[in-house]
């Protein structure tokens, strides 16, 4: 038997004030952007905004429906959109950000989208960073979206079924 350990760290801010300017432009657009969320049901309104490794900024929100399930979260909203946009286009950097009753404290992506990020980066071979805060408050930083889901199921993964 050995045993194998993981590690994760993260940086802590204690506000986007002590962020550096391209990131602090990134989370106050995600801010922004919560208010384009369509979340009738949950009144929790999500945001993802992508900074490409071409500069470019897109845009993901939360899409709720009366059918609860068919909701899709505002991270694979944006994937899908930056996949539609910008094919095989690298992220640099995801703000994620929220607006609800209360939202002074990060929120990270769920598991769905985890495993959607992981592909992504995967994909484009890549890390992708991840700036998490709520309207006001902390501002987490991840380096590298995959450490949020250690042993992941992968494409390499198929490979190893047995038919
Ligand atoms: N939601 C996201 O958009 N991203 C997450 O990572 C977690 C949850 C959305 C889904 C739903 O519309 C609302 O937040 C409440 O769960």
Request: net charge negative; hydrophobic share 40%.
């Amino acid at each position: 038997m050995q045993k194998k350990e993981y590690q994760f760290s993260f940086d802590v801010y204690e506000s986007i004030q002590d962020l550096t300017e391209a990131d602090a432009k990134l989370l106050s657009k995600a801010r922004e952007v919560t208010e384009m969320a369509y979340a009738p049901y949950s009144h929790f309104k999500v945001s993802a905004v992508a900074l490409m490794n071409n500069d470019e900024m897109v845009n993901g929100t939360n899409q709720e429906n009366a059918s609860y399930p068919v909701t899709i979260c505002a991270e694979r909203v944006l994937l899908s959109a930056v996949s539609s946009i910008f094919p095989n286009e690298a992220i640099d950097t995801i703000a994620i950000s929220y607006n609800s009753k209360n939202s002074a404290v990060p929120i990270s992506p769920c598991g769905v989208c985890r495993q959607a990020l992981a592909e992504y980066e995967e994909r484009t071979h890549q890390p992708i960073r991840l700036i998490l805060s709520g309207m006001q408050g902390e501002v987490f930083i991840i380096k590298n979206a995959t450490d949020l889901l250690p042993l992941s199921f992968k494409s390499s993964s198929l490979k190893n079924s047995t038919k």
